[in-house]
């Protein structure tokens, strides 16, 4: 069992920056591979980005390419997420999950564990 807490979330003017924490305890989350999500009101759940259990790879949804890092410290237990550029467009809960594999993935049917989500609100 993993369990996750997500936090960093708060509200921040366009252009502006936020780093997302994942923290996890419970099952080994170094094997696991981690994944972004973000669900706006009225829209369905959106990739954001994913790392695999070593760091070593990671993958962006297209509208954040360039302006969102993904990150890891195993020995932490962490995920981070670097948002910078931010717009309105990312207003969103946003959620980390965990895969039972170490592999990332970018559908949320994949990961078994999931987040309760922090809120971001970006003003225009």
């Known amino acids: 069992q993993v369990q996750l807490v997500e936090s960093g979330g708060g509200l921040v003017q366009a252009g502006g920056s936020l780093r997302l924490s994942c923290a996890a305890s419970g099952r080994t989350f170094s094997n696991s591979g981690v994944g972004w999500f973000r669900q706006a009101p009225g829209k369905e759940r959106e990739f954001v980005a994913t790392?695999?259990?070593?760091?070593?790879?990671?993958n962006y949804g297209d509208s954040v390419k360039g302006r969102f890092t993904i990150s890891r410290d195993n020995a932490k237990n962490t995920v981070y997420l670097q948002m910078n550029s931010l717009q309105p467009d990312d207003t969103a809960v946003y959620s980390c999950?965990?895969?039972?594999?170490?592999?990332?993935?970018?559908?949320?049917?994949?990961?078994?564990?999931w987040g309760q989500g922090t809120q971001v609100i970006v003003s225009s």
């Open positions: 999950a965990a895969a039972s594999s170490p592999w990332g993935y970018d559908v949320g049917s994949r990961y078994k564990y």
């Open positions: 790392i695999t259990a070593t760091g070593r790879s990671t």
